[in-house]
């Protein structure tokens, strides 16, 4: 299955005629959060209109929580399956200095990763990256180390955002970690999976 991964739109206009174009030519759109700062339910439900699953990130006003939720293409704390490729998400980040409406303790990370219904090479989808794994901020560590651990305990492909400069691949455990770039910088993943895990991945930097 081929499919488009992309995180931090942060209301970018530009980002939906791409979202629209690119559909084409995946077999699923993926949406790690940050679709708006703050407010912006308009907006919201014109990109909902170009995914497939979503979770929401830590810069959406309640409403756009609202909105991502009663979309019926959530799997924030839940799960989907698309074909045969099972996916789950947690949204939200930890706590930043920015003190954003979707900010969570480790403890309430620890908590719902781990009563997820994860099975061999399930699609994890978070808005937060795990602990040392491309969340350098400056000289800070901006990971979560719950899921760090969620990720050396399971055996799943981990799709996150949120640092919007870093992009990569690696190995956490028998897990694989994609970091994928702002959408806000104009930059997307595109990857093939399966049930058998992760295939391919290539990261994309669009041009108007």
């Known amino acids: 299955m081929k499919v488009l991964v992309c995180s931090d739109v942060h209301g ?20 790690l959060g940050d ?12 990109l909902l209109s170009y ?18 939720e009663a979309s019926g293409k959530s799997v924030h704390l839940s799960d989907k399956w698309l074909g045969d490729v099972h996916v789950v998400g947690v949204g939200f980040s930890i706590p930043t200095p920015f003190h954003t409406p979707g900010e969570r303790p480790e403890q309430w990370f620890e908590q ?28 800070v560590r901006v990971g979560s180390k719950a899921l760090r651990t969620f990720l050396e305990h399971n055996t799943v492909i981990n799709f996150c955002g949120h ?3 870093l ?3 690696m190995r956490v455990g028998r897990s694989w970690v994609v970091k994928v770039g702002a959408m806000v910088n104009w930059e997307y993943v595109s990857a093939e999976v399966s049930k058998h895990g992760l295939e391919s991945v290539e990261f994309i930097k669009f041009t108007v």
């Not at 700062?37 to 014109?46: A, I, K, N, S, W």
């Not at 995914?51 to 991502?68: K, L, M, S, T, Y």
């Open 167 to 169: 992009r990569g691949v």
């Open 112 to 139: 719902r990763l781990f009563a997820l219904p994860v099975g061999v090479n399930s699609i994890l989808l978070t808005h937060q990256p795990a602990f040392q794994t491309f969340d350098r901020v400056g000289d």
């Open 51 to 68: 995914v497939d699953v979503v979770i929401p990130g830590n810069a959406e006003h309640v409403d756009v929580q609202r909105e991502i």
């Open 35 to 46: 679709v708006v700062t703050g407010q912006g339910v308009d907006f919201t439900q014109e």
């Open 163 to 165: 640092v919007h400069e």
């Open 12 to 31: 970018e206009e530009v980002a939906l005629d791409v979202l629209k174009k690119e559909r084409k030519t995946h077999d699923a759109v993926l949406c």
